[in-house]
T-cell receptor
Framework: SAVISQKPSRDICQRGTSLTIQCQVD?????MFWYRQQPGQSLTLIATANQGSEATYESGFVIDKFPISRPNLTFSTLTVSNMSPEDSSIYLC?????????????FGPGTRLTVT | AQSVTQLGSHVSVSEGALVLLRCNYS??????LFWYVQYPNQGLQLLLKYTTGATLVKGINGFEAEFKKSETSFHLTKPSAHMSDAAEYFCAVSEYGNKLVFGAGTILRVKS
């Protein structure tokens, strides 16, 4: 399985500002995913990030609010822009690992964001 | 579109008792199914998965799940609960191995 790290692990930000979250993987992966977990709720996919192409966003998420970079096969960033208290969540990156028939996803430890 | 329903947002069992967490899914194609566990203030850990082949799958920490196509279910079980099993459990479905769609989660409480 892949080992995934995220920075920062947590942050408290003021509304109107932006935060960039980094995700680093210890091996090269094609597909990376960004999820949001709002307080007391389940995980929702924000976007899929493949190296060398534009990220694909899920319904309800837009690039202007959540720009994503994927400069290489081991790294990605998610920016939460113009934050409001409603953006307070845990943001997790994940990668698809295993062989071609496994398709499991491994998750980073998450970034706990509080917007005041 | 895919969806997952987890019956029971909270389940409480006594230590040593059977653990049964229910998951039903909807998918237009043969699904890939997963159970994840999340301990407080931690990320998600994969417990087990079903992709193809044997419908009874075994995972870590003594958990297992059975894929029942006719019932569109993928319930998670463990014969004997341990205090360390207290956590939140998420069932997830994937079509073609791409994005995961998660259920709402079930918080498992283990009583001594």
């Amino acid at each position: 399985s892949a080992v995934i790290s995220q920075k920062p692990s947590r942050d408290i930000c003021q509304r109107g500002t932006s935060l960039t979250i980094q995700c680093q993987v210890d091996s090269q992966v094609t597909m990376m995913f960004w999820y949001r977990q709002q307080p007391g709720q389940s995980l929702t996919l924000i976007a899929t990030a493949n190296q060398g192409s534009e990220a694909t966003y899920e319904s309800g998420f837009v690039i202007d609010k959540f720009p994503i970079s994927r400069p290489n096969l081991t790294f990605s960033t998610l920016t939460v822009s113009n934050m409001s208290p409603e953006d307070s969540s845990i943001y997790l990156c994940s990668v698809r690992g295993g062989t071609g028939s496994s398709y499991e996803q491994y998750f980073g430890p998450g970034t706990r964001l509080t917007v005041t | 579109a895919q969806s997952v329903t987890q019956l029971g947002s909270h389940v409480s069992v006594s230590e040593g008792a059977l653990v049964l967490l229910r998951c039903n899914y909807s998918s237009s194609v043969p699904p890939y199914l997963f159970w994840y566990v999340q301990y407080p203030n931690q990320g998600l850990q994969l417990l087990l998965k079903y992709t193809t082949g044997a419908t009874l799958v075994k995972g870590i920490n003594g958990f297992e799940a059975e894929f029942k196509k006719s019932e569109t279910s993928f319930h998670l079980t463990k014969p004997s609960a341990h205090m360390s099993d207290a956590a939140e459990y998420f069932c997830a479905v994937s079509e073609y191995g791409n994005k995961l769609v998660f259920g709402a989660g079930t918080i498992l409480r283990v009583k001594s």
